[in-house]
């Protein structure tokens, strides 16, 4: 019974997502859904956003082992993203009627800018888009019992994926985001009425956290834990807000008015709703200690679905599961659509030049394939977890894309040269640091964020170099 209504449940996002494609006639529909979305979308896919594997169970899992301190990331991190995209990202970008945030670079910075911060985002979401991959080859492997390896898994889930986002590009996602965080919600609230009650209500499951020293947040006042703290606080906080998936989703808004307040109310919903999946988890370890004391060991992702497996009624677990490939697919459809439009708008676009329109849309629909064939391959070479894989996905945009990004909506001086300089110290101090010494005092991705911001300033205020070698040319 669990499976037949999981296949009802995927026909039915799949119907959607077909249904959504007869909307899409251009370019600007398939990546931003022609700026028409209303508010209550607009939040719906802001919040599907993050609202995914990581959070059910890589966000889930992590806390369990290792308590707030561990999960500083996601979804702390990633919820101020959302929240500082509303605040002071979205009105700005809105009113530049951009397509991609790559063409940002672009406009304000030129090509070369363009293309290393866009081959920078690409690949930052190999891990991202691996991480929901990896999640749809585990809950297809789980509910069939192994009957399907998570390898076929992995290949099915990102068959149906790729299905309705291929046709439908961000109207399916966004529609399909809508029906999803549906499911998400009501699911979720459901179980946690259901397994706070299995474990002696909800006031036990927390005391029980706080005596574990689960609850405490802050590091310890010693330079190793407060460096280490920011450092995993940054790389999601910032380093994600210069993406493609988060751009097309507030950019997809029918306003600018509704674009701010969209990734304002989604972001705020997800920091509140994503400490569900925690408390759902650690509920696990009052009601059947013995199998998360063994799944600690063995694979920790595991340990919410067992737990709905195990102690729960089929109702339950067709809610659960229906929740789970809810906030699986939702993230996945949109950072499936990302890289594809970054890839053919912003890289592509330069090397073989103008198409028509239709054209356009058909490239982008054949590299929306080749990502997720790329991205499926990554997936079942990976030996990460999912938290893990979602973390290190930004890293390479908070060193490269960030401080451009900022500086060039908020400094005037900023310039291309301060640009490339920042491109460049970033990426190569954090490369370096990753490569000899990734356990050092400072987080790798710290120190590549000062560095690129030390490269923006002193490539901004110091003379352009490229004017001033050819006026030296000249004059020779």
């Known amino acids: 019974m669990l499976i037949w209504l999981v296949i009802l449940y995927l026909m039915i996002s799949i119907g959607i997502g077909l249904y959504a494609a007869t909307r899409v006639h251009n370019v600007k529909d398939y990546v931003i859904a022609g700026r028409h979305l209303p508010l209550y979308i607009v939040t719906a896919t802001v ?114 994926v790729l299905v309705y986002t291929l046709f439908g590009g961000m109207w399916s996602v966004a529609l399909t985001d809508a029906f999803q965080m549906t499911i998400i919600v009501v699911g979720m609230l459901y179980l946690t009425w259901l397994l706070s009650g299995m474990a002696g209500g909800a006031d036990r499951v927390i005391d029980h956290a706080a005596q574990a020293n689960k609850l405490i947040l802050l590091p310890q ?44 109310l989604g972001g705020s919903l997800y920091f509140l709703f994503a400490f569900v999946p925690l408390f759902l988890a650690y509920s696990a370890t009052l009601i059947d200690p013995g199998m998360v004391a063994t799944l600690i060991e063995d694979n920790a992702q595991l340990i919410l679905p067992t737990l709905i497996m195990n102690h729960t009624p089929v109702f339950a677990q067709v809610m659960f599961f229906g929740a789970l490939l809810a906030a699986i697919m939702s993230t996945a459809s949109g950072t499936l659509l990302a890289p594809s439009a970054t890839f053919t708008e912003n890289i592509l676009k330069g090397i073989v030049g103008h198409q028509s329109d239709r054209h356009s849309l058909w490239t982008m629909r054949v590299v929306v394939v080749c990502f997720t064939v790329a991205v499926t391959l990554f997936a079942l070479k990976s030996t990460l977890s999912i938290y893990l894989m979602v973390g290190n996905a930004y890293k390479v945009t908070l060193v490269t894309a960030f401080i451009p990004l900022v500086c060039g909506l908020y400094w005037k001086r900023a310039n291309t040269q301060g640009a490339l300089f920042a491109i460049a110290a970033g990426l190569s101090s954090w490369l370096l640091l990753e490569i000899f010494n990734p356990e050092g005092l400072w987080p790798p991705q710290l120190a590549g964020l000062l560095m690129s911001t030390a490269g923006m300033l002193i490539g901004s205020l110091l003379p352009d170099l490229k004017r001033r070698s050819h006026a030296a040319h000249l004059i020779e």
């Not at 945030?101 to 991202?128: H, M, P």
């Not at 080859?137 to 998570?150: D, E, K, N, R, Y």
């Open 47 to 160: 919040f599907a956003t993050w609202f995914g594997a990581e959070t059910v169970l890589g966000v889930s899992a992590t806390f369990v082992q290792e308590g707030l301190r561990g999960i500083v990331e996601d979804p702390f991190g990633a919820s101020m993203c959302l929240i500082l995209v509303g605040a002071f990202f979205a009105a700005k970008l809105y009113k530049m009627n951009l397509t991609t945030i790559g063409d940002y670079y672009r406009q304000r910075f030129g090509r070369t800018v363009e293309v290393l911060t866009s081959l920078a985002i690409i690949v930052s979401y190999l891990g991202w888009v691996s991480a929901q991959i990896t999640a749809l080859g585990l809950v297809f492997s789980f509910i069939t019992q192994g009957a399907i390896s998570p390898g076929e898994g992995m290949v099915v889930g990102a068959g149906i």
């Open 221 to 264: 006042l010693e330079v190793r834990d407060v460096l280490a703290f920011i450092g995993a606080a940054v790389t999601m906080m910032l380093g994600s807000i210069p993406q493609q998936d988060v751009f097309q989703r507030v950019m997809s808004a029918k306003n600018e008015k509704t674009a701010v307040y969209g990734a304002l």
